[in-house]
């Protein structure tokens, strides 16, 4: 079930538009037995660029969920990692060779669109299968499962990529979230933002991503899933700029392991994350 019935919002400053590439993405290439050579993954070391591949902006991207793309940029750069951003609207093929792809929120008619567009173009269920990561948000949460709700709540078919299933619940989720990761992805408390309806059930293919301590979330105690690379949540604000170990864990999941961060370099982000805990307390 979609989420948002607002219009879109501005998420970056101007200083940041250079990070993004023009819709143009790059050709896919062969590859052995489906994988990445060693030379083309990505590294520190400069041996290729990190491809990070945000999906259908023209449908699904609200709330500033185009955040989490400058937010990865902006964190692997700092690192040394050399980045190559590209945006794919939903009238291009979708790139099977990126490293990370990203999806936002929508509302009832462009997730519908953007999951049909999706299944036919077949490019992201192709990146899935090959050990991209991807990273989804709200609608594009649910458009990565089995089937979510439509606009009168009719089941409509996902990508079957995650395995969850959505619908229409009976009450809707608004206002802050407070969820505790699964500790074996070693990640700290989640907060967020969620505008939804949606309630999603976890097949025995994938786990929760966090436990509900305020909030909706999935509708059951839990927030979010996740299976291999796959990772999917509720979470507005955007989700990575609240929550910068997130976004660690999604770039260790392409580049292997990570080198922490100077303390300067996270200033802004342990403020944001400090301050919407210290609001969400008590």
């Known amino acids: 079930m979609p989420d948002e019935r607002v219009g879109r919002h501005a998420a970056a400053p101007d200083a940041c538009e250079t990070l993004i590439l023009p819709a143009q993405p790059w050709p896919d290439e062969p590859q052995d ?15 290729r660029k990190l491809r990070l591949v945000w999906v259908y902006p023209d449908l ?4 500033g969920d185009r955040g989490n793309l400058l ?19 939903s009238d291009q093929h979708v790139p099977s ?21 999706l299944r036919s173009d077949g490019g992201l269920a192709a990146a899935a299968d090959r050990g991209a990561v991807v990273f989804a948000v709200c609608a594009g949460y649910q458009v990565l499962g089995h089937k979510f709700g439509g606009v009168e709540g009719e089941p409509v078919t996902g990508l ?37 309806q949606g309630v999603t059930k976890i097949g025995r293919g994938a786990k929760p991503l966090a436990r509900v301590s305020q ?41 292997g392991s990570l080198e922490p961060l100077d303390p300067e370099a996270e200033d802004w982000a342990s403020q944001l994350r400090a301050e919407r805990l210290a609001a969400t307390a008590g």
């Open 160 to 196: 079957g990529i995650l395995d969850i299933s959505s619908g229409r619940g009976e009450r809707r989720g608004v206002g802050e979230i407070v969820a505790d990761v699964d500790p074996v992805l070693g990640v700290p408390r989640l907060t967020g933002f969620e505008n939804h």
């Open 33 to 47: 037995n489906g994988k990445l050579a060693p030379e083309r993954r990505p590294s520190a070391g400069g041996a």
């Open 97 to 117: 060779q990126g490293d990370i792809y990203l999806l936002g929120g929508g509302e009832d008619l462009p997730q519908i669109l953007a999951a049909n567009r």
């Open 215 to 255: 909030g909706v979330g999935n509708g059951d105690g839990t927030e979010g899933a996740y299976a291999g690379k796959v990772l999917g949540t509720y979470l507005h604000g955007p989700a990575l700029a609240r929550n910068p170990g997130l976004a660690d864990l999604l770039l260790s999941w392409a580049v």
């Open 60 to 63: 699904l991207s609200t709330y």
């Open 71 to 89: 937010v990865l940029t902006r964190r692997a750069e700092l690192r040394g990692i050399e980045v190559e951003a590209t945006e794919v609207n």
